[in-house]
């Protein structure tokens, strides 16, 4: 059964640091290229972050740029992301997507998401 689990998200006030993490399982996970993707209320998905399965990182989001970082540990089946100096306008549903293509076929999976809050 293939799972990701997202943890990490919170209340925090603006200037703040929060770690996200996504425990993956049900798969090979370092198969996959992993995504951090966000919605805020009212708002489409946007896609924050992606990192490929060799490691590769692409920064998608103007806005968050210098600010967060994903990464990954294959050993632990974990993709993080890592965000500083937190604004208000972060504040959105942080959702952790994994995917893989291979001979014209898509492997795709979504976390539930975790809340992040960014106020004083």
């Known amino acids: 059964q293939v799972q990701l689990v997202e943890s990490g998200g919170g209340l925090v006030q603006p200037g703040g640091s929060l770690r996200l993490s996504c425990a993956a399982s049900?798969?090979?996970?370092?198969?996959?290229?992993m995504s951090w993707y966000r919605q805020a209320p009212g708002k489409e998905r946007e896609l924050v972050e992606r990192?490929?399965?060799?490691?590769?990182?692409?920064n998608y989001a103007d806005s968050v740029k210098g600010r967060f970082t994903i990464s990954r540990d294959n050993a632990k089946n974990t993709v993080y992301l890592q965000m500083n100096s937190l604004k208000p306008e972060d504040t959105a549903v942080y959702y952790c997507?994994?995917?893989?293509?291979?001979?014209?076929?898509?492997?795709?999976?979504w976390g539930q998401g975790t809340q992040v809050t960014v106020s004083s």
């Open positions: 990192i490929t399965s060799a490691g590769g990182v692409t």
């Open positions: 049900g798969f090979t996970f370092s198969n996959y290229a």
């Open positions: 997507y994994a995917n893989r293509h291979n001979w014209g076929a898509e492997w795709a999976y």
